[in-house]
């Protein structure tokens, strides 16, 4: 079984002084916790697909629609990334 969720950004939202263009996340969960199945979300922007975010219990992968493979990381190259090149918001 799974679980289809869409989330929605409105393409009037303003942030950082530029408008931000209209994304759309599916997200196909498992009925479980990960074990052998990876969680998928499909990404979209302006209703173009970006690509799929596979997300398992070793690793993180992307796989961008004009390929078939994926970029995988491991949980700690993908912790070390996002600290170096993500952009620090507070929660």
């Known amino acids: 079984m799974l679980l289809r969720t869409q989330l929605r950004r409105s393409t009037t939202t303003q942030a950082y002084g530029w408008f931000m263009p209209q994304h759309e996340i599916e997200i196909e969960l498992p009925p ?10 499909t ?3 302006d ?3 970006l690509g799929e975010l596979l997300v398992s ?3 993180v992968a ?3 629609a004009s390929h ?3 970029f995988h990381l491991e949980w700690e190259t993908f912790d070390e ?6 952009r ?3 929660t």
């Open 32 to 41: 479980k916790s990960v074990l052998n199945s990876d969680v998928v979300f």
């Open 43 to 45: 990404v979209r922007s």
């Open 47 to 49: 209703d173009q697909l």
């Open 57 to 59: 219990r070793g690793s």
């Open 62 to 64: 992307w796989r961008p």
């Open 68 to 70: 078939r493979r994926e």
């Open 81 to 86: 990334v996002m600290r170096e090149r993500g």
């Open 88 to 90: 620090s918001r507070w």
